[in-house]
Antibody, heavy 120, light 110 residues
Framework: EVQLVEAGGGSVHPGGSLRLSCAASGFVFRSSWMHWVRQVQGQGLVWVSTINTDETTTTYADSVEGRFTVSRDNVRDILFLQMDSLRAEDAAVYHC?????????????WGRGTLVTVSS | HSALTQPRSVSGSPGQSVTISCTGT?????????VSWYQQHPGKVPKVIIFDVDKRPSGVPHRFSGSKSGNTASLTISGLQSDDEADYYCCSYAGGYITVFGGGTKLTVL
């Protein structure tokens, strides 16, 4: 069974940093493209970032480009999201997602998410 | 990359059909077959119900179907059931390993 378990969320002041992690199991992590998707409660899904299998390709939504960094550890099967210069509008539940099909383009397996709160 | 445009809400009675539209641009829906739809029940994580515009993952009922014309994708749910009441999101590849979601549509089964 595929499991994705996020951790690292919490409350931070504007301008602060957080590092999210996602522990993966039940599939061959090193062969899977991975994504981060965020969702404010009661609002829609927003794609945040994508990383390919060997970290040679990373992409970001315009709203987080230059502030967030995605990475992965294919030995420990963990996905990371380093979030710097956090803003109020970054507050959301962050989901770790396993992608499938061509370059992981479909969001097949979702973690339950970790909540990030940004407030002064 | 702007979000894809979906109606905020749709509704239908049990047994009826509803269609949810998703409008993008030539840079996303209009240029790729990588269009998918996700169903999200309250308090649950999203579930993919359509991929490659019109394909259903194993286990998704045939009542769910997808299509695309130009820059607009559509999800049709026939034979509405109470359990179909959920939020639905369209999603498209936009090139350069960028993905864009729609704003979501709340389906109410009357």
């Amino acid at each position: 069974e595929v499991q994705l378990v996020e951790a690292g969320g919490g409350s931070v002041h504007p301008g602060g940093s957080l590092r999210l992690s996602c522990a993966a199991s039940g599939f061959v992590f090193r062969s899977s493209w991975m994504h981060w998707v965020r969702q404010v409660q009661g609002q829609g899904l927003v794609w945040v970032s994508t990383i390919n299998t060997d970290e040679t390709t990373t992409t970001y939504a315009d709203s987080v480009e230059g502030r967030f960094t995605v990475s992965r550890d294919n030995v420990r099967d963990i996905l990371f999201l380093q979030m710097d210069s956090l803003r109020a509008e970054d507050a959301a539940v962050y989901h770790c997602v396993r992608g499938t099909s061509d370059f992981g383009v479909y969001f097949e397996n979702w973690g339950r998410g970790t909540l990030v709160t940004v407030s002064s | 990359h702007s979000a894809l445009t979906q109606p905020r809400s749709v509704s239908g009675s049990p047994g009826q059909s509803v269609t949810i539209s998703c409008t993008g641009t030539r840079s996303d829906i209009g240029n790729y077959v990588y269009v998918s739809w996700y169903q999200q029940h309250p308090g649950k994580v999203p579930k993919v119900i359509i991929f490659d515009v019109d394909k259903r993952p194993s286990g998704v009922p045939h009542r769910f179907s997808g299509s695309k014309s130009g820059n607009t994708a559509s999800l049709t749910i026939s034979g509405l059931q109470s359990d179909d009441e959920a939020d639905y999101y369209c999603c498209s590849y936009a090139g350069g390993y960028i993905t864009v979601f729609g704003g979501g549509t709340k389906l109410t089964v009357l």
